[in-house]
Nanobody
Framework: QVQLVESGGGLVQPGGSLRLACAAS????????MNWYRQAPGKERELVAT???????NYADSVKGRFTISRDNAKNTMYLQMNSLKPEDTAVYYC??????????WGQGTQVTVSS
């Protein structure tokens, strides 16, 4: 069955870095656009970064220049390198795989907390 498993979250001080990973299985990873979303307490889920099947990338304005999305199709894994983290980056981070409105899968999320 389809699985997306996020890892790499945790507690980090402001200015620090984390690298999230999303391991995929059960579908043809290379044919899907991959995304990172996040949801902070009391806020709606927001799109953070996208990487297409051709590895084109796009970022939310709030993370441009600080976050980098990447994918390794040989490992069926997507990454999010997060640098210069701020308290407002605190959220549950979710990965998603999208091909069509029907073929859209989600992971269970990983908590990122930025605090001193």
């Amino acid at each position: 069955q389809v699985q997306l498993v996020e890892s790499g979250g945790g507690l980090v001080q402001p200015g620090g870095s984390l690298r999230l990973a999303c391991a995929a299985s059960g579908f043809t990873f290379s044919r899907y656009t991959m995304n990172w979303y996040r949801q902070a307490p009391g806020k709606e889920r927001e799109l953070v970064a996208t990487i297409t099947t051709s590895s084109s990338t796009n970022y939310a304005d709030s993370v441009k220049g600080r976050f980098t999305i990447s994918r390794d199709n040989a490992k069926n894994t997507m990454y999010l390198q997060m640098n210069s983290l701020k308290p407002e980056d605190t959220a549950v981070y979710y990965c998603s795989a999208w091909r069509t409105t029907v073929l859209h899968y989600w992971g269970q999320g990983t908590q990122v907390t930025v605090s001193s």
